[in-house]
Structures are given as structure tokens and as C-alpha cells.
């Protein structure tokens, strides 16, 4: 049996993303979200961050910028 590994993240973008390459010449854009929510009359945040990986980070990077709101869906993967 397969896992499913899927979430959906809705929030504004924290910075502008960044757009670096690898020494291949493949395409690499980094971004943060914040997450707001609101219970018992106080607000908290979470934040995360996003890796966009080739011709389509190459399509996104110049729309997302500090304070837009996105929603994103992808696979998770925890760093030890």
C-alpha cells in the first residue's frame, strides 16, 4: 500500500522568493509562508518554507512576492 504525503498550506509570503541555480543550470526558488489562525481571541502563526524546483519555478518566482496570499499544495518532507 502507498502513503499519501499531501498538504495544503494557505498564507502570505514572508519575503520575496529567491531564485538561485545548481551547477547543472537547474532552476531552485525559495519561499516562506506564514500561517495565521486565531482561537480563545489570540492569534498565532506558523511559518514554512517552499522549494519550487525548474521551468516552474522559473514561472513563479517574479509572482510571488512579500504579503501576497497563495495557497500550496505539495508533498511534505521533514528535515532531521
Do not use: H
Request: net charge neutral; glycine share 8%; proline share 0%.
Amino acid at each position: 500500500m502507498n502513503d499519501i504525503n499531501t498538504c495544503t498550506f494557505s498564507g502570505n509570503l514572508t519575503r520575496d522568493a529567491e531564485m538561485k541555480y545548481t551547477n547543472g543550470g537547474m532552476a531552485v526558488c525559495n519561499f516562506s509562508l506564514a500561517v495565521n489562525e486565531s482561537w480563545s481571541g489570540k492569534d498565532y502563526a506558523s511559518f514554512f518554507d517552499f522549494t519550487i524546483w525548474g521551468k516552474y519555478a522559473e514561472a513563479m518566482v517574479n509572482l510571488l512576492k512579500t504579503g501576497v496570499s497563495i495557497t500550496v499544495t505539495s508533498k511534505a518532507k521533514q528535515e532531521r
